[in-house]
T-cell receptor, first 112, second 114 residues
C-alpha cells in the first residue's frame, strides 16, 4: 500500500518568514495530493490540493509543488502569521478510489 | 450549515463496556469514513463506506465495527473497548471517494478507555 513520509514533525518560524513542509510518497499510481490544516480542538480542513497533471498550484500565501518523478510534494506558506499555527497533514491518494493515506503531520508554530 | 456531527465529543469508559460513536452528515455525501489520530502516528483510517450498506476495512479495523443503514449516518461501534483504543476519532465525508475531492471532517471524539 501507499506510504507517506512527512517532514519536519515540528517547525517554528517567526511571523513573516516562509515555512516549507515536505512529503514523499511510495505508490507511483497516486495522483491526488491534498493538504489539511488542523487547528487546536478541531477537525482537519482542506487548504489546498494538487493533481498529478500540474506541477504547482497557488492560493494567496499558500502554494503546493509536486515532483512526480521524485515522488515528493511540498507545501509552501509565505508571510506566515500567528493564525497559521496549526498541525498540517499531507496525503496521497488515487482519484476515484476510496482511501487516502496521510502523513504523520507537522506542527507549525508561528511566533509574533 | 454543511457539517459533520459527531457524538459524544468526549467519553471516558472502562474496558469491555460497549460504546457507539455516532456520525451524521447533512451534505448528502455518498462517502463516509472513520479515522483515529494518535500522537506521532497521524491519521489512520479505520473503516469507510462508499454508500448505504457498503462498508470496507481501512488500515486499522481491528476492534471496531461500523454500519451504514442510512446515507447520512455512519456510527462507529466498539464492542469491547480496550485501553489501546484510547484515541481521538474523526468522522469524515465527501461526495466521491477519499481520492476524489475534499474530505469534510467532524470536530472529533476523544475517547479514553480505562
Amino acid at each position: 500500500g501507499e506510504n507517506v513520509e512527512q517532514h519536519p514533525s515540528t517547525l517554528s518560524v517567526q511571523e513573516g518568514d516562509s515555512a516549507v513542509i515536505k512529503c514523499t510518497y511510495s505508490d507511483s499510481a497516486s495522483n491526488y495530493f491534498p493538504w489539511y490544516k488542523q487547528e487546536l480542538g478541531k477537525g482537519p480542513q482542506l487548504i489546498i490540493d494538487i493533481r498529478s497533471n500540474v506541477g504547482e498550484k497557488k492560493d494567496q500565501r499558500i502554494a503546493v509543488t509536486l515532483n512526480k518523478t521524485a515522488k515528493h510534494f511540498s507545501l509552501h506558506i509565505t508571510e506566515t502569521q500567528p493564525e497559521d499555527s496549526a498541525v498540517y497533514f499531507c496525503a496521497a491518494g488515487i482519484s476515484g478510489y476510496s482511501t487516502l493515506t496521510f502523513g504523520k503531520g507537522t506542527m507549525l508554530l508561528v511566533s509574533p | 450549515e454543511a457539517q459533520v456531527t459527531q457524538n459524544p465529543r468526549y467519553l471516558i469508559t472502562v474496558t469491555g463496556k460497549k460504546l457507539t460513536v455516532t456520525c451524521s452528515q447533512n451534505m448528502n455525501h455518498e462517502y463516509m469514513s472513520w479515522y483515529r489520530q494518535d500522537p506521532g502516528l497521524g491519521l489512520r483510517q479505520i473503516y469507510y463506506s462508499m454508500n448505504v450498506e457498503v462498508t470496507d476495512k481501512g488500515d486499522v479495523p481491528e476492534g471496531y465495527k461500523v454500519s451504514r443503514k442510512e446515507k447520512r449516518n455512519f456510527p462507529l461501534i466498539l464492542e469491547s473497548p480496550s485501553p489501546n483504543q484510547t484515541s481521538l476519532y474523526f468522522c469524515a465525508s465527501s461526495f466521491g471517494g477519499a481520492g476524489t475531492g475534499e474530505l469534510f471532517f467532524g470536530e472529533g471524539s476523544r475517547l479514553t478507555v480505562l
